[in-house]
């Protein structure tokens, strides 16, 4: 697919998440971790950080812990129509949705399963940027990126860059040169997208940038004096991988949650893409305890286009890395 074909897509823009229990979500994500709530109807919360401009996170209340879906934004209408072409060329199913503040939404599934909606028009809302006396909990600034478990990385990332365009920032691969994950973007960060190797489509993580380290720290202190620590899985410490300073947390649901700071740009056209063995130490922790094997292992299951879950698949790849608990 030539560059003047390919639908724009501007950034990772929204999840949707079912939950089992909306007023324990509630507590989590507005008591302890100050997220904002830009709407709020029966069974349903839409959420924000302080700089997003439109809420990036739904949660619904059912009687499953699913991801719905994970939302992009393309550049215009014409996108959207470009999308439909590519559906209808590769057999992916879709269909015409709504939502609050989106009124035309293109809900696909991916050739791998997951479940995804492209959008343009989408109603502004002020930031609460410097409305600092707003602000609430550690300080959620805006969404970053999406993580993914899939079966097969190397050909999943192929299509999102042939296909959508995205451009590859990192990658892990092992000795014989297998991908074992990919870091792909759009807007000119490390990732809106990444791919990790394991059973799925399954959601690893959903993620939030973070002002600084600091603000990192006191949600620990946060969810320790709510006597909730355990919902700390991994950190703080920094990633070799994208250089971010990080945090790793689970809702009442066992949705992971990633807290982030610190990485860097990707917009100068000399960048390279930096590879990375599997199992060199300073890869996923530059510093900071090793990683619990839940980290590896668990994961969110994916709705399906008619209903229902992704059966999660296994993948060639199977193992984790050495440096693990």
Same mark, same amino acid.
């Given at each position: ?68 879906? +994970?939302? #992009? $934004?393309?550049?215009? %209408?014409? *996108?959207?129509?470009? &999308? ?6 590769? @057999? +992916?199913? #879709? $269909?015409?949705?709504? %939502?609050? *503040?989106?009124?035309? &939404? ?6 791998? @399963? ?212």
């Amino acid at each position: 697919m030539t560059e003047a074909s390919r639908p724009n897509i501007i950034r990772i823009a929204h999840a949707v998440f079912t939950v089992r229990n909306l007023e324990a979500s509630r507590e989590f994500y507005v008591d302890l971790l100050g997220m904002n709530i830009l709407h709020e109807e029966p069974g349903a919360l839409y959420l924000r950080g302080v700089e997003d401009r439109e809420w990036t996170l739904k949660l619904e209340e059912k009687g499953t812990s699913t991801v719905r879906h +994970l939302a #992009y $934004r393309v550049n215009g %209408e014409a *996108d959207l129509d470009a &999308l439909v072409t590519l559906a209808e060329r590769e @057999g +992916l199913p #879709y $269909r015409w949705e709504e %939502e609050l *503040d989106r009124p035309r &939404l293109l809900r696909m599934q991916d050739p791998f @399963g997951v479940p995804v909606v492209f959008y343009h028009v989408s109603q502004k809302h002020p930031w609460l940027l410097q409305d600092f006396h707003l602000h609430r909990g550690p300080g959620l600034q805006r969404v970053d990126h999406v993580n993914v478990m899939v079966p097969d990385v190397e050909t999943t990332m192929r299509w999102y860059m042939d296909t959508l365009g995205f451009r590859l920032s990192e990658y892990t691969v092992d000795e014989q040169e297998r991908y074992w994950a990919a870091w792909i973007q759009r807007r000119g960060g490390v990732h809106d997208l990444a791919l990790t190797n394991g059973p799925g489509p399954r959601l690893h993580h959903w993620a939030y940038w973070m002002p600084d380290a600091m603000s990192i720290l006191r949600t620990c202190d946060i969810l320790a004096g709510a006597r909730q620590p355990e919902r700390i899985e991994r950190g703080p410490g920094r990633h070799g991988v994208s250089n971010a300073f990080f945090l790793y947390i689970r809702d009442p649901d066992g949705h992971r949650i990633e807290l982030y700071t610190s990485d860097y740009i990707t917009v100068d056209p000399d960048f390279e893409p930096i590879r990375w063995l599997r199992d060199d130490p300073r890869r996923q922790t530059l510093w900071g305890a090793r990683t619990p094997r839940s980290w590896f292992e668990e994961a969110s299951e994916m709705e399906a286009f008619d209903g229902g879950t992704v059966q999660p698949v296994a993948g060639e790849l199977t193992g984790i890395p050495v440096h693990v608990i």
